[in-house]
RNA sequence: GCUGGCGUAGCUCAACGGCAGAGCAGCUGAUUUGUAAUCAGCAGGUUGGGGGUUCGAAUCCCUCCGCCAGCUCCA
C-alpha cells in the first residue's frame, strides 16, 4: 500500500518535471531571448525560472499557457541523450544559455544527460514521461521573483508556477483546495470575526491590533499558559519594553542585529525597544550570586517584543513587527540539562495536544560558524537527543541548522490541511552565559558556567493565534469562542423571556450575547453562523410557554426542550474538558 | 530588501481620458416574523500621499507609502 502511494507520487513528479520542460519549451518559442534557469517539480506542482523581464510572462500567461497546449498537441516524444561535458557545453554555448553553462561545470561526472522535445532541450537528470502528448491537465499559477539559486546576492530571475496532474478531477480538487485555503485566511477572518485588525497607514505595518473578540481569545490562552507554567515551577518576572543600549552592546545583539532593532535616543543616552526578553531575566539571574541548590531557576514572561522584519515578510499575525513570545529561560547545572529538556518537550506537546494540533520535531546541529567549544556542543546536542528518546519522540535531524550560540529542536505544528507552521522550540545556549558571565558555585565551592536554555511552548501567542484561525476556520471551540451562546428572539412578545435566560446566563460567567432586535429569525441566525457562535438559543412562542430552551449548534443540529439546568450543564462540560 | 501584480465608500467590486457607481454593512421608517439575507427611503468619496502631462486624470507618466504572491531573511 505505502509502496504504490510511493510510486504514485513518483509518477507525478515526473509528469510534473515534464510539464516544467514544456512551459520551457514555450517560453522560448514566444520570447527566443529567455535565458533558462531551472525548472524542478515541487510538492503542489512544479516551476521554471527564466532570465526576463518578469512583466513580460505574467502579461502573457495566458498566451504562455496556449502554447503549452500546441506542444501537447503536437505530442514530440522526450528524448534522453548522454553526452560528453565537453559537447552540453557546445550545445548550450551556442544556444546562449549562461545558467545551464554555470550549471554543467559543477557536475561531478564526465558525462551529461539530456532530455530533448522538438526544437528544445534541456540539462535534465529526468526522467521523463515518453511525450509531451501524455500532459494533459495543468494550469499556470503565478509569476514571482526568485534569485539565481536563491541567494541574494544573485540576478533575479522570474518564475512561472503552476500544477499539473493525471486526471482532471485532482486537477479541480487541488484548485479548490486552494480556494479552501483562502477562506481560512487568519487575515479575513480575523477583520470579519472580529479578532484583530492592522492599520499600515496609521500605526504602521506590521503591528497588530486586537479588537475584542481577539483579546478575549489572547486572555483565555495567556491565562491558560500561566497556570500551567505555574504547575511546572517556572517562576513569573516581568521586564521593561526599553532598556540601555549597553545592555544589548554586552549580549552582542547591537553588533550583529542592529539593522533589525529598533535604536532611539532621549536626552543624550541610547536606548533599545527590546527584540528579545533574554537579557532582562539575565539581570534576574545575576540579581544574586547563585548556588547549584538554587538550580534549576525557571523564569518566564509573556514577553511582547520588537523586531525590525523586513517589508516583505510581513504577513498577518504570522510574521510581525511586535509580538508576544510565551519565553522561558532555564539555568541549570549542566546534569540537569536533559530533564530540563524533557520537561519542556512535554509541555509543548501538552499544549499542541490541547489545540488538536498534529506536529513534526527536528534538531538542529552545529552550524559552519558558531561560537563556543566543539565539546560543549557535542554534550549539548547529545542531552537534546537522549531528551527525544527518553519521550519516544521521532525527530528529523537538521544538520548545521543550529543557531549559532547553540544547537535546538524546532517542533512545528500541522495544522486541519496539513500545513506546517513554526511552533515551539528549545535553544541551547553557549554565548550569552559567557557574555554576560553567568555563574553558580558548586557543591564543591567552584565557580561555575551556568547551561541556560532559551525555550517557547507556543512559540507567539500572536502567531499561534493566526494558525489557529486557519486551524479552526475561525470555528473556535466552546473555551475559546469570544461569544459562547447568543440568545436569538422570534418576536418582541419574547423580550422579557430571552432576557431572563440571557441574564441567567451570564450571571454563570458565560460570554453571551442577546439579539432582540426586530429581524427575522432566519436573519440572525445567519449573522451568528457567520460569527462561528457554538451555540444559538432560540426563544419563541414554544419556549416562553414550556420554559424549555432549543438550542441550535454551530453544526446546524438542534437540542429541543432542554431545561436552561441542563444547558448550563453542557456549556460548562464543553469549557472544563476545553472543547 | 528584491521581482511581479495591485491600491476606488466600513466590506466586495464596477467605471479605464469626458458628470465617481452597485451590492452588502450603516442610519431612518414600515413589518412582529420559527432555523443561513423582509421591504422602502436616506446617508456614505481629497479614487493611498505628493508631483507632472492634458481644455479635462480614478484612468497616462514620475515619486513616495502600503497591500498581495514569491525569493531572501527570521537572533
Not at 419 to 448: C, H, M
Request: aromatic share 10%; with cysteine; glycine share 8%.
Amino acid at each position: 500500500m505505502e509502496k504504490l502511494e510511493k510510486e504514485k507520487l513518483d509518477k507525478l513528479e515526473i509528469l510534473r518535471h515534464s510539464t516544467s520542460h514544456i512551459l520551457a519549451q514555450a517560453v522560448k518559442r514566444i520570447f527566443p531571448q529567455a535565458k533558462l534557469g531551472i525548472g524542478p517539480p515541487i510538492k503542489d506542482g512544479f516551476y521554471y525560472d527564466f532570465d526576463i523581464d518578469g512583466e513580460l510572462l505574467s502579461k502573457n500567461l495566458s498566451r504562455i499557457k496556449e502554447e503549452m497546449e500546441n506542444i501537447v498537441k503536437q505530442d514530440l516524444p522526450f528524448q534522453k541523450e548522454k553526452v560528453s561535458k565537453e559537447k552540453a557545453r557546445e550545445i548550450f554555448e551556442e544556444r546562449n544559455e549562461p545558467y545551464k553553462l554555470e550549471l554543467i561545470d559543477e557536475i561531478d561526472d564526465s558525462y551529461v544527460t539530456l532530455y530533448r522535445q522538438g526544437e528544445f532541450v534541456d540539462l535534465c537528470r529526468g526522467p521523463h514521461l515518453k511525450s509531451t502528448g501524455e500532459v494533459k491537465f495543468f494550469t499556470l499559477l503565478s509569476v514571482a521573483g526568485a534569485y539565481w539559486r536563491g541567494k541574494e546576492g544573485n540576478p533575479m530571475l522570474s518564475r512561472i508556477y503552476g500544477t499539473s496532474f493525471f486526471t482532471k478531477k485532482e486537477l479541480d480538487k487541488y484548485l479548490k483546495q486552494l480556494e479552501e485555503a483562502k477562506k481560512r485566511d487568519h487575515r479575513k477572518l480575523g477583520k470579519e470575526l472580529g479578532i484583530f485588525d492592522i492599520y499600515p497607514d496609521y500605526l504602521g505595518p506590521g503591528l497588530a491590533v486586537y479588537h475584542p473578540n481577539g483579546s478575549i481569545i489572547r486572555d483565555i490562552i495567556e491565562r491558560f499558559e500561566k497556570e500551567e507554567h505555574l504547575k511546572r515551577g517556572y517562576q513569573f518576572v516581568v521586564t521593561p519594553h526599553i532598556s540601555r543600549s549597553h545592555l544589548w552592546k554586552v549580549s552582542g545583539h547591537l553588533d550583529f542585529y542592529r539593522e533589525n532593532m529598533y535604536v532611539f535616543s532621549v536626552g543624550g543616552q541610547e536606548y533599545v525597544l527590546k527584540p528579545m526578553n533574554c537579557p532582562g531575566h539575565i539581570m534576574v539571574y545575576k540579581s544574586k550570586q547563585r548556588s547549584y541548590r538554587d538550580l534549576p531557576l525557571r523564569l518566564f514572561e509573556l514577553g511582547t517584543v520588537y523586531r525590525r522584519e523586513e517589508s516583505g515578510v510581513l504577513h498577518g499575525l504570522l510574521r510581525l513587527r511586535g509580538f508576544t513570545q510565551d519565553d522561558a529561560h532555564i539555568f541549570c547545572l549542566p546534569s540537569q540539562l536533559i530533564d530540563e529538556v524533557r520537561g519542556v518537550l512535554k509541555f509543548a506537546l501538552f499544549m499542541m495536544d490541547t489545540f488538536k494540533l498534529g506536529y513534526k520535531i527536528t534538531l538542529s546541529t552545529r552550524p559552519v560558524k558558531y561560537i563556543g567549544s566543539e565539546k560543549s556542543w557535542e554534550v549539548a546536542t547529545d542531552a537534546l537527543k537522549e531528551a527525544l528518546r527518553r519521550e519516544g519522540l521521532d525527530f528529523e535531524i537538521a544538520p548545521g541548522e543550529g543557531a549559532f550560540y547553540g544547537p535546538k529542536i524546532d517542533i512545528q505544528m500541522e495544522d486541519a490541511l496539513g500545513r506546517l507552521w513554526q511552533g515551539p522550540t528549545i535553544q541551547v545556549d553557549f554565548n550569552l552565559p559567557e557574555r554576560f558571565d553567568l555563574t553558580y558555585i558548586s557543591a564543591e565551592g567552584e565557580k561555575k558556567r551556568v547551561v541556560m536554555i532559551h525555550r517557547v511552548v507556543l512559540g507567539t501567542i500572536d502567531r499561534f493565534l493566526g494558525v489557529l484561525i486557519e486551524h479552526l476556520e475561525g470555528k473556535f471551540p466552546v473555551w475559546l469562542a469570544p461569544v459562547q451562546v447568543r440568545v436569538l428572539t422570534i418576536t418582541d412578545k419574547e423580550i422579557p423571556f430571552a432576557k431572563d435566560i440571557y441574564e441567567k446566563i451570564k450571571s454563570e460567567g458565560i460570554r453571551v450575547e442577546l439579539d432582540s432586535r426586530n429581524e427575522m429569525l432566519s436573519y440572525k441566525i445567519r449573522e451568528s453562523q457567520l460569527q462561528k457562535i457554538p451555540y444559538m438559543v432560540v426563544v419563541g412562542k414554544r419556549e416562553t410557554e414550556n420554559k424549555l430552551l432549543t438550542v441550535r449548534k454551530r453544526n446546524g443540529e438542534n437540542l429541543k426542550n432542554i431545561s436552561l439546568e441542563n444547558f448550563l450543564k453542557m456549556i460548562k462540560e464543553d469549557i472544563s474538558r476545553k472543547k
